[in-house]
């Protein structure tokens, strides 16, 4: 239900910046054609979700596995970047060669998504401890949403750019 929420917050937010912002109306009538369609899949992926046996709630060991390929990925990721100075592309495609090489295709996915939120800039994620929570959120989000748009690309970079929103929002709040 909360990526529920945060994908239509996500999606009402460029709708209305893109209408603010541009001059021409067709972009936005884009956007809110593809928002349409994806308010239909997801309440699809809802109802499949009320209808989930208690079983498919359970923590299990793969759920662990999403949150500490997730932590690695935000967390080396930004470490590469900031800290040893290479820059967020070589830092991502350095986090992203060892996850595909080391990892099963899917945590290794998972770990590159996550090396998106460390790519950001300093002004986002200024420390480590907060590419830790950033790292948090996009597992969570991830958790949450994966059987949305399956197969479909695209919602790697939607999720951790949603997961940075979340974080950066997290943080304003508490300084």
């Known amino acids: 239900m909360l990526g ?3 994908f239509i917050a996500t999606g009402g937010g460029l709708i209305i910046s893109t209408a603010i912002n541009e001059e021409n109306f067709y972009k936005t009538e884009i956007l ?10 997801l309440a699809d992926h809802l109802k499949k979700l009320i209808e989930r046996d208690e079983d498919g709630n359970e923590i299990n060991r793969e759920n662990i596995y999403v949150l500490v390929c997730s932590f690695i990925g ?13 820059g ?11 996850a595909a090489t080391f990892l099963p295709n899917d945590l290794a996915g998972i770990t590159y998504t996550s090396s998106f939120v460390g790519m950001s800039s300093l002004a986002v994620i200024p420390s480590i401890t907060v590419a830790a929570l950033g790292s948090l ?12 748009y399956t197969g479909i690309g695209g919602k790697g970079g939607t999720t951790a ?15």
């Open 4 to 6: 529920l929420i945060a």
């Open 32 to 41: 809110i054609i593809l928002g349409g369609f994806f308010a239909i899949s």
């Open 74 to 86: 935000v967390t080396l990721t930004w470490f590469i970047n900031h800290r040893m100075g290479y």
């Open 88 to 98: 967020a592309v070589i830092a991502n495609g350095l986090v992203g060669v060892m």
């Open 137 to 148: 959120i996009v597992a969570l989000v991830f958790l949450i949403t994966a059987e949305i």
């Open 161 to 175: 750019a949603l997961s940075t929103i979340i974080t950066k929002a997290i943080m304003s709040i508490f300084n």
